[in-house]
């Protein structure tokens, strides 16, 4: 028997760092929520490392929908804290989103748009719902301790992860995605672009010289643009170093959407890889970087873990 409390939601609210209008963005929110007649309660975050927190909180209170308004780094602290809850207990709770992040790349996966919340609240509350996989990663810390880490979009070791963090950045000063993808790629000729690496894929070992690798869930980023999250299968593109000209080409194919047609980039398909070495890589998880995690380290899909409200 349903109780108030089932139907009622649980939101946490992410302002946009450095957004000046995220109080007129939670103020669209609210009234289309009221106009919808949506039950709920809602959390603001305070600080990058308080969504888990609060995500643990609401799942305490007994919360069953629960709705991230925030990017990529915001669904994946709250996909990490339902993943270490019960298993009863994560299968009676939703998660939905309401894209409000510097990126919002997994909700654009579904078809949810940043300027549509009329939408997007439309579609959170016909609560179809959809069990999606997670990727994990399993790593050394740089104190020796045992780790892991789940993500919904994907994982990036080496140059992409270097742009990432610098797009994040330059996001922050810019505001557009445009503007701040072409000052993060302005800012890329200055970084180091290939990488020692050893890597296995099921039975194949690669050892050379990579510029970058993505191990996507779902998009990644435009880089494993056939991954979908409900297979038991990770895409894997493993781009090799390309000369000056062959990069530009490259960065062409990735705006167009065409990013595997490009021959520097070699597309796997696996449920687990392990990277034995990545020397200087940096590595992100949904587009944050990661605090770097020892090699080897291991990358795996889990398989239907997460009840996710998809449109309907």
């Not at 959390?43 to 990529?72: A, C, F, H, P, W």
């Not at 994907?154 to 000063?173: E, P, S």
């Not at 200055?190 to 050893?198: C, T």
Request: aromatic fraction near 10%; include cysteine; charged fraction near 20%.
């Amino acid at each position: 028997m349903n109780t108030e409390q089932d139907n009622r939601w649980g939101i946490l609210y992410c302002p946009r760092n450095g957004w000046f209008q995220s109080g007129k963005r939670w103020e669209k929110i609210e009234t289309a929520l009221k106009a919808h007649n949506i039950a709920y309660d809602h959390v603001q975050s305070e600080s990058m490392g308080s969504v888990e927190r609060l995500v643990k909180m609401l799942i305490n209170n007994g919360y069953k929908t629960i709705v991230i308004v925030g990017g990529d780094s915001a669904l994946n602290d709250a996909v990490n804290c339902l993943m270490q809850t019960e298993r009863s207990v994560r299968n009676e709770i939703a998660l939905g989103v309401i894209p409000n992040g510097l990126m919002n790349d997994f909700a654009h996966f579904w078809g949810f748009h940043d300027d549509d919340i009329e939408e997007a609240i439309t579609w959170l509350q016909k609560r179809r719902i959809r069990r999606i996989d997670v990727g994990r990663i399993n790593y050394t810390s740089s104190n020796g301790e045992p780790s892991h880490r789940y993500f919904l979009n994907c994982v990036n070791i080496g140059l992409v992860a270097t742009i990432m963090n610098l797009r994040r950045q330059t996001r922050h000063y810019f505001g557009s995605r445009t503007l701040s993808f072409f000052f993060s790629f302005i800012l890329m000729i200055f970084q180091r672009l290939d990488y020692k690496m050893r890597i296995l894929i099921d039975t194949e070992k690669i050892e050379r010289r990579v510029m970058t690798v993505c191990i996507g869930n779902a998009q990644g980023y435009g880089q494993t643009p056939n991954a979908v999250p409900y297979n038991g299968l990770l895409d894997v593109s493993v781009v090799y170093h390309p000369e000056m000209m062959q990069l530009f080409e490259g960065i062409y194919l990735f705006i167009r959407g065409k990013f595997l047609n490009h021959k520097s980039v070699h597309p796997y398909r696996t449920r687990e890889l392990t990277i034995e070495k990545a020397k200087h890589a940096l590595v992100s998880i949904d587009g944050r970087l990661m605090n770097a995690p020892r090699v080897p380290f291991t990358i795996r899909v889990e398989q239907e873990e997460i009840n996710f409200i998809i449109p309907a």
